[in-house]
């Protein structure tokens, strides 16, 4: 298994950012996606989650309305779109599968906002 995230970066206050993570070595359409991030000094939180039917299931309240999780199981990819940043966005966003009771994460990808 593998994943990779991408698409992180510096972006001011307001403004958008799109993260990929490219999954690999298994079914990917069989199984749910999430998105977590960290900040610094804070523990991992679960942003977003969909099905492996791309139904999304779970928003953290501070992401609701800015946020959208997709996932494209043809390119065997999910993806955080996200708008209106805030600097309290800023952390290092995660992608992970559970297969069973094994979790599987990706490298993570950074994301500052900051003017």
């Known amino acids: 298994v593998q994943l990779v995230e991408s698409g992180g970066g510096l972006v001011q206050p307001g403004g958008s950012l799109r993260l990929s993570c490219a999954a690999s070595?298994?079914?990917?359409?069989?199984?749910?996606m999430s998105w977590y991030r960290q900040a610094p000094g804070k523990e991992r939180e679960l942003v977003a989650r969909?099905?492996?039917?791309?139904?999304?299931?779970n928003y953290a309240d501070s992401v609701k309305g800015r946020f959208t999780i997709s996932r494209d199981n043809a390119k065997n990819t999910v993806y955080l779109q996200m708008n209106s940043l805030k600097p309290e966005d800023t952390a290092v966003y995660y992608c992970?599968?559970?297969?069973?009771?094994?979790?599987?994460w990706g490298q993570g990808t950074h994301v500052t906002v900051s003017s």
């Open positions: 969909l099905t492996s039917a791309g139904v999304v299931t």
């Open positions: 992970r599968l559970r297969i069973g009771v094994r979790d599987y």
């Open positions: 070595g298994f079914t990917f359409s069989g199984y749910p």
